[in-house]
C-alpha cells in the first residue's frame, strides 16, 4: 500500500509539473482533473462562464470545440490534433503575434476525454516567418526573370526600375521614377491589404515582410502576386530605403477556396472567425486612426442562449446560431463584416459608418432577428438578440467600448440596442 501510495504521489506531482496543459473531462466537457498550466491559460478565457466545465470555458474562444467533440460518434479516438485558438483579441499591438493555444482532444470512452493545452504563440510566429521565407526564396532561385523590382529611397519615392516591371504591369519604367509607394500601390477596402505605411514599418523591424495581394495592371487587369519589401540598412545602421520585388504567381483558387474557408470562417455559422475578423479589425482601426475613416461596431449577444440548449438541446441551439447568422449575413452590406467571436456572441464591423448609422443598422438587425422562427418538436422557437454600438475614438478600445453597451442592452432588459452613451447613461 505504501508503494502505491508513492507512485501516486509521483504520479500526481507530475502531472501538476507538467509543462502542458492538461484536462480530464466527461462528455458534457465538466471537468474531473486539471493542472496548474490548463488553469493558467484557461481561466482567464472563462470570464463569467462556468470554470468548471472546459467548453464554457473556451466559448468565448473556440466555440467549435464542442461541436468537434459532439460531432465525433467513436467511442474513443482523438477529436481534434494540436487544434489552434487564438485568444486575446484585438488586445495587442498591430504588428506583434496574438496569443494562440493548441488544443489536443482524446475521447477515452463514451464518457471520459483528455484535453491537452500547449501555448504555441512564439512556434506560430516563426511558422509564418519560415513560410514567407521559404515560399519567396526558393521560387526566387527557379525564375529570377518573373521578377519586377523597384528601389525606393529613405523617403517611399522611387529611384531605380528594372524592365521587368514594365513587362508584368504594363508602366513604362520612367514614367514611375519621382512616384510614392503610395501611388503605385493605392490601398483598397474590398482587398483586405493593409497599408503601405504598415508594410514598411514591418519591413523596417523585421529586415523584410511579404504578403500576397491583387495588383494592376496599366490596362486595368488585376493579378495575383507576391510582394516583398526588404529594408536597405547602410554601414552606419541608418535606414538607407527599401527594394520591392513583385512576382506575378498563379492563384489557384480551385485548390485553395476550401482552405480559405477553413482558415478564415467559423464552422458551423459561416461567419468570420475571430482571427479573419481581427484581420479586418486592424486593417480598418489603421484607416481610421490616419485618415479619420470612421468606424463603428456592434455586438450581437442571442438572449438567454443558455436556456435554448437546456430546453431544447444543442442540436437546436446549433440551428439557432446558424438561421441567426444567416439572417445578419443576408442584411449587412458588402463591406461590412460579421463574425461569431465566441458561443452566442457575434459583432458587425462597420467601416466608414458613424455613430447614428451604426444604431439605424443595429435597430434593423434587432427587428430581423425577433422575426426568426426555428422548427422544433415542441412548436416554434423565437429569438431576440441585445446589442452595443460603438464608433472608434482616442484612447478608447473599441470593442471594449461596444462589449459595455451590449451589456448595458442585456441589463435594460434585452431585445433592444444600446450605444455607449445610452449605456452610460443606464450605468
Given at each position: ?25 466527461n462528455a458534457?466537457?465538466t471537468i ?76 477515452l ?57 514594365t ?8 514614367t ?7 501611388n ?5 477596402v ?12 514591418l ?59 477553413l ?19 486592424e ?19 442571442i ?29 449587412i452590406?458588402?463591406?461590412?463584416v ?6 452566442e ?13 451604426a ?30 454600438c460603438?464608433t ?19 441589463r ?16
Amino acid at each position: 500500500m505504501a508503494t502505491a501510495a508513492i507512485e501516486d504521489e509521483k504520479l500526481i506531482e507530475f502531472l501538476y509539473a507538467a509543462p502542458v496543459g492538461l484536462v480530464e473531462i466527461n462528455a458534457a466537457g465538466t471537468i474531473a482533473l486539471i493542472n496548474p498550466y490548463a488553469m493558467k491559460h484557461l481561466l482567464p478565457l472563462a470570464g463569467t462562464r462556468d470554470t468548471g466545465n472546459l467548453f464554457a470555458m473556451l466559448d468565448n474562444v473556440a466555440p467549435e470545440l464542442r461541436n468537434m467533440f459532439e460531432g465525433f460518434t467513436a467511442q474513443s479516438g482523438t477529436v481534434c490534433d494540436g487544434h489552434r485558438i487564438m485568444v486575446d483579441l484585438c488586445r495587442h499591438h498591430v504588428g506583434t503575434d496574438p496569443k494562440m493555444l493548441a488544443c489536443t482532444l482524446v475521447k477515452l470512452s463514451a464518457d471520459r476525454a483528455i484535453a491537452c493545452i500547449s501555448d504555441i504563440t512564439i512556434q506560430v510566429a516563426q511558422e509564418r516567418r519560415l513560410k514567407q521565407a521559404e515560399t519567396w526564396f526558393s521560387s526566387l532561385i527557379n525564375d529570377i526573370n518573373d521578377y519586377a523590382v523597384l528601389s525606393i529611397n529613405p523617403d517611399g519615392v522611387v529611384d531605380a526600375v528594372n524592365a521587368s516591371w514594365t513587362s508584368q504591369t504594363g508602366f513604362a519604367s520612367d514614367t514611375l521614377i519621382g512616384q510614392t509607394l503610395a501611388n503605385i500601390f493605392p490601398s483598397s477596402v474590398t482587398d483586405g491589404n493593409i497599408g503601405m505605411v504598415e508594410h514598411l514599418r514591418l519591413a523596417e523591424r523585421d529586415g523584410w515582410h511579404l504578403n500576397e495581394m491583387w495588383h494592376s495592371r496599366k490596362d486595368g487587369s488585376r493579378y495575383w502576386c507576391q510582394r516583398l519589401i526588404a529594408a536597405r540598412v547602410g554601414c552606419d545602421g541608418q535606414l538607407g530605403g527599401y527594394t520591392v520585388v513583385l512576382r506575378d504567381i498563379t492563384r489557384q483558387t480551385h485548390n485553395t477556396d476550401d482552405l480559405r474557408r477553413l482558415l478564415t470562417q467559423d464552422q458551423l455559422t459561416g461567419a468570420a472567425n475571430r482571427a479573419r475578423f481581427q484581420q479586418h479589425f486592424e486593417r480598418e482601426h489603421r484607416a481610421w486612426a490616419e485618415h479619420g475613416i470612421p468606424l463603428s461596431l456592434v455586438t450581437l449577444d442571442i438572449d438567454y442562449f443558455k436556456r435554448v440548449n437546456d430546453t431544447y438541446g444543442h442540436l437546436t441551439g446549433d440551428l439557432v446560431l446558424r438561421r441567426f447568422a444567416q439572417t445578419i449575413a443576408k442584411a449587412i452590406r458588402p463591406t461590412d463584416v460579421l463574425a461569431r467571436l465566441g458561443g452566442e456572441e457575434f459583432a458587425v464591423l462597420l467601416p466608414a459608418t458613424s455613430l447614428s448609422e451604426a444604431k439605424e443598422i443595429a435597430e434593423r438587425l434587432r427587428v430581423l432577428v425577433a422575426g426568426i422562427r426555428v422548427e422544433t418538436p415542441q412548436g416554434d422557437l423565437a429569438i431576440t438578440a441585445s446589442l452595443g454600438c460603438a464608433t472608434a475614438m482616442p484612447n478608447q478600445d473599441l470593442l471594449r467600448v461596444a462589449d459595455e453597451a451590449l451589456y448595458a442592452a442585456k441589463r435594460g432588459g434585452r431585445d433592444i440596442v444600446y450605444t455607449v452613451d445610452e449605456a452610460a447613461v443606464a450605468a
